[in-house]
C-alpha cells in the first residue's frame, strides 16, 4: 500500500516539527499511518482527555510549544487554558469550537488561535475555487475518497 501524504490538519506551516514538543487532545485519534510518521520524525506526541489527571501529568506542559486540542468541548479547552497559562505561558495553544460563542470565549481566556471547522473548511473551499476553478472540486474529491478509503 502506498504512503499517502497527511491529512491538512497534520500539516503546520513554517515549523521544523520534530523540534517542537507536541501535545494533541483530538476528539478521535489519528490514523495509524499519521502515528507511524510521526514517530518516525521524533514528534513528541501525547492523545488522550485532557480532563483525566493521569494526561495532564503525562502531558508535561511545562516544556510544550505548541499545544493543539481538537476537543470541540468548551468546558475541557478553557481547563486547557487554565492549566497551560499557569504552567507555560510562553507556549501557543490552538483549541477548537464549533459555536461561534464559544470561539469567543476560548480567545477571551487565551487561546492563540480557535479552529472553528465549518468558517476554516468554507474558507479553504473558496481559496480552491478561487485559485483552481470548478473543475477542481472533482480532483479534491478524488484525492479525499483516496484517503478516505485507505
Known sequence: MAETKPAPWMKLRGMRLPNYRICIF??????????????????????GDITDFDIQERANLKSAKLVISTVPD?????????MLHHEN?????????????????LYKAGAD????????????IAKLIKEDGVSSIAQAKNRDLKY???
Open 113 to 124: 488561535y480557535v479552529i472553528m471547522p465549518h468558517l476554516t473548511s468554507g474558507r479553504q
Open 89 to 105: 505561558s510562553r507556549a501557543k495553544i490552538l483549541t477548537m469550537a464549533l459555536e461561534v460563542h464559544d470561539a469567543k470565549a
Open 74 to 82: 468548551v468546558d475541557d479547552n478553557l481547563l486547557l487554558l487554565r
Open 26 to 47: 483530538p476528539r478521535l485519534l489519528p490514523r495509524r499511518d499519521a502515528l507511524k510518521r510521526w514517530e518516525k520524525k521524533s514528534i513528541h506526541r501525547l492523545f
Open 148 to 150: 478516505i478509503n485507505q
